[in-house]
């Protein structure tokens, strides 16, 4: 199934993180099919292009806008943000997607900014992304997507060691890092609620997408048996694994709820409580307070 009940989106701008490839191609696709300008922030031009190329094979009269974003580099994020709020932009949507796993590497890399790479590409960019844009977002009356992850159901944010200086992998450090976006949602709705800012919040995870350029040093690893050939075949398309977020960003709001696909790696996308590791409301105020904390500091290295 690739088809999504999309109401008209005429009139409306969303941003998708991570439009370039994979499951935010598929979520920008829609969305230019409906009708809504897009805002695609990337990190290369280049592929950037193609997207949009690809883009407009299907949705010829596409209204969509590259602009340069790295979530590994802070000062990409704020220029983004100074340009989006200078233009007085309107922003309707705003989708948290794009994600790094850096699977089969056992090397810890560090960005420009020292933070561990996955925290700040899957957490404190986009962190500092919405917070930046809130105003727009406040303004629009908008809604922001957390793309999360099924690691969010098992699992947790290495508190006493966020950067993993210390019992590094790369599946820990994902982990960690979605958990902490996870939490950020749970505290980022409390907040609006709280203080009326106007912005609604959705969450969601795509289940399993195979076929894209995240999940190839998975797939890579499970070439053994044929039981990893067949588990590394499960899933579902990207297409499909954008359902859940368009669900996130197209449906009314239920607190405490997130949009997962049917069988949880695959399937129609359906609703079902948030994961209890990512609604923690002490766990969420934490969370926000780190994302405060290190954007004024550095993290020791
Ligand atoms: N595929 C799955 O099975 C799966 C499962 C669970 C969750 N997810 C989540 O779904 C989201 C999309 O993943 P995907 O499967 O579509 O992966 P993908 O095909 O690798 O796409 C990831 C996107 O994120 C962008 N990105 C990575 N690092 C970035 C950075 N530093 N700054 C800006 N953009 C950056 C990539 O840009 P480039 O094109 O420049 O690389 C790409 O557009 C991620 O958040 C991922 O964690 C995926």
């Known amino acids: 199934m690739t088809q999504f009940d999309m109401p008209d989106m005429a009139g409306a701008t969303a941003v998708v993180t991570g439009a370039s ?19 695609l922030p990337v990190r290369n031009r280049e592929k950037g292009q193609r997207a949009v190329a690809r883009i407009r094979e299907s949705v010829p009269d596409a209204r969509l806008a590259l602009r340069d974003l790295d979530l590994a580099r802070l000062d990409t994020v704020a220029a983004l943000v100074q340009a989006l709020r200078d233009e007085s932009a309107r922003i309707d949507h705003l989708v948290l997607n794009a994600g790094v796993i850096l699977l089969g ?5 560090v ?7 996955h925290f700040q590409t899957n957490f404190l960019g986009h962190y500092a992304l919405t917070l930046g844009l809130l105003p727009l977002l406040r303004t629009s009356r908008g809604r922001v997507v957390v793309q999360t992850s099924l690691a969010t159901r098992f699992g947790r944010v290495a508190w006493d060691d966020l950067q993993l200086q210390h019992r590094y992998s790369a599946f820990r450090a994902y982990a960690s890092s979605k958990a902490a976006l996870g939490l950020f949602a749970t505290e980022f709705a409390r907040r609006s609620d709280d ?10 995870h795509p289940g399993v997408a195979p076929d894209t350029s995240i999940a190839g040093p998975l797939r890579a690893k499970r070439t053994g048996s044929g039981s990893h050939k067949v588990s590394a ?15 996130a960003m197209m449906s009314t709001p239920r607190p405490g709820e997130m949009c997962v696909p049917r069988y949880e790696i695959s399937g129609q996308p359906k609703r079902r409580r948030i994961y209890r590791r990512i609604s923690d409301p002490a766990a969420a105020a934490r969370i926000w307070d780190v994302g405060d904390r290190l954007l004024v500091e550095r993290p020791a290295e």
């Open 105 to 109: 590497d056992r090397e810890r890399h």
């Open 111 to 117: 960005t420009e900014d020292g933070f561990e790479l």
């Open 195 to 204: 203080e009326a800012w106007g912005v609604t919040l959705g969450i969601s």
């Open 233 to 247: 075949r499960l899933g579902h398309s990207p297409a499909e694994a954008a359902l859940p977020a368009l669900m």
């Open 21 to 39: 490839d994979g499951i935010g191609l598929e979520i920008a696709q829609a969305l230019a099919g409906s009708g809504a300008a897009v805002i």
